[in-house]
């Protein structure tokens, strides 16, 4: 069985056991947290929403808070000049515990 839920303005498909790096979220590492925006739950009679799944939730628990790697934005120009700039973006790594409909 597996789900499509929305967080941080993306969407995943996720299934239970799965580890992935979602935007920031507000908690603790070891806390558990739920994802209510389930958009499409997959099983026997599959359930999709419009726009969301009534009902559903997929519980996780947040296993990292931490920042990816150093994204580098460089520019040169003609005459010599150059710009170095970039930033680490912060994510949370879950770990999904499961899901229901």
Known sequence: ?????RTGGKQ???????VLRVEKLTGD??????????LLLSGESPKIGQPLVSGA??????VAQDRHR??????????GWTRARGHRQPYT?????????
């Open 1 to 5: 069985m597996y789900a499509v839920i």
């Open 57 to 62: 939730k997929v519980m996780a628990k947040i």
């Open 29 to 38: 590492v070891g806390s558990d947290i739920t994802f209510s925006d389930v």
């Open 93 to 101: 790594e879950v770990k999904i515990v499961s899901i229901s409909g």
């Open 70 to 79: 150093r994204v580098v934005h460089f520019r040169k120009e003609k005459e």
């Open 12 to 18: 995943y498909r996720i299934s239970e056991g799965d």
